[in-house]
């Protein structure tokens, strides 16, 4: 059974070269070769991390004459940061309802300690 199409983007994305890879190509297309420059990794390699991402839908390849760009579908991160928003949204509720309550607590009162007036063993010294 396939993974739903949230599930791949963050599984395609969990690998750093592949997060790296992304960033690098929200800049510009790049071909496979240029891709793998700054990597100590074989083209090949480099090959497999963008099929991970093809196949999330996180890229996808053309061609131009000889060269065959890899191009960034940016849209598929749409997908992430709607998810991500929604729990940003909901924590900020959260914090916004606790600020509420400390604000409604007076300022003047002083936590509680237990007060160190017993021995271990429970009675008064």
Do not use: C
């Not at 991402?53 to 131009?64: I, N, P, T, Y």
């Not at 992430?80 to 309550?101: C, F, G, H, N, S």
Request: net charge negative; aromatic share 4%; no cysteine.
């Amino acid at each position: 059974m396939a993974a739903d199409p949230l599930s791949r983007v963050f599984a395609a994305l969990a690998d750093p070269t592949r997060r790296d890879m992304v960033a690098r190509l929200a800049g510009a297309d790049a071909t496979v070769g240029e891709l793998a420059e700054p990597y100590d990794v074989s083209v090949q390699a480099v090959s497999k991390h963008l099929r991970v991402l093809e196949d999330a839908g996180l890229v996808s390849r053309s061609r131009d004459a000889q060269r065959r760009p890899v191009h960034l579908e940016a849209e598929v991160l749409d997908l992430m940061t709607t998810w991500i928003e929604r729990y940003r949204r909901q924590a900020e509720e959260r914090y916004r309802r606790l600020d509420d309550v400390l604000a409604s607590m007076p300022d003047d009162v002083s936590p509680t300690h237990p007060t160190d007036d017993t021995t271990p063993g429970g009675n008064p010294s």
